[in-house]
């Protein structure tokens, strides 16, 4: 059974970070950050050896994708639509009975560690979910095809992981959980990560 990762960036240019963080520091400081969490998500991610696809937007960004990341990543273009609809294109490339790994792009402390977790908990479990401080998730894994867990979500609020709890309940699907790591989408989390002083 193969194991396929997943990361959705957008290129490091003006307006691709949180609106949040760049009020809050500047935009220049914001990209900086971006790149430096991005990077450590695609480290990790290289780390575990299995393939991934960096899916990006907007779609007209592959040449801007290819400068910043190299030639070794497959890009693909995002879907249009809200988080959900992105996501849910996205797992639907999995082939059936594979296991799918999203990994956020906003979570510093994502490692090798981690990310073999994972791995292994899709070995015992139909879900993972690697739980947010912030009330989000900055993991979800699963065998494919992965039950509802994309649309109609409250996306970018700190209740999207209860309703992901919940859906999960509701569906009848066991799941697992990976250690709480922090996200960083505004000033304060990013000083409580260690990526400002």
Known sequence: MSIHFAILLTPPRA????????????EQHAL???????????????????????????????????????????????????PGARLASA???AVEGDRWIVVSGDCPDINETILRMACDALELYPVVLGPALDG???LLGGRAPLPDLFSE???????????????????GVAWTELPMLRSVVTAREAKAAGLLT
């Open 15 to 26: 307006g691709a970070v949180d609106s949040r963080l760049a009020s809050e520091i500047g």
């Open 32 to 82: 900086r950050l971006y790149r430096l969490m991005a990077g450590r998500a695609l480290a990790a991610i290289r780390a575990v050896r299995h393939p991934a696809v960096v899916w990006y937007a907007p779609a007209d960004a592959r040449q801007e994708m290819r400068r910043w990341l190299g030639d070794e990543w497959d890009l693909r273009p995002q879907a249009s639509g809200d």
């Open 136 to 138: 989000g998730y900055y």
């Open 91 to 93: 797992a639907r490339t």
């Open 153 to 171: 979500m409250p996306w970018g609020t700190g209740r999207l992981l209860d309703e992901t709890r919940r859906r999960l309940t509701r569906l």
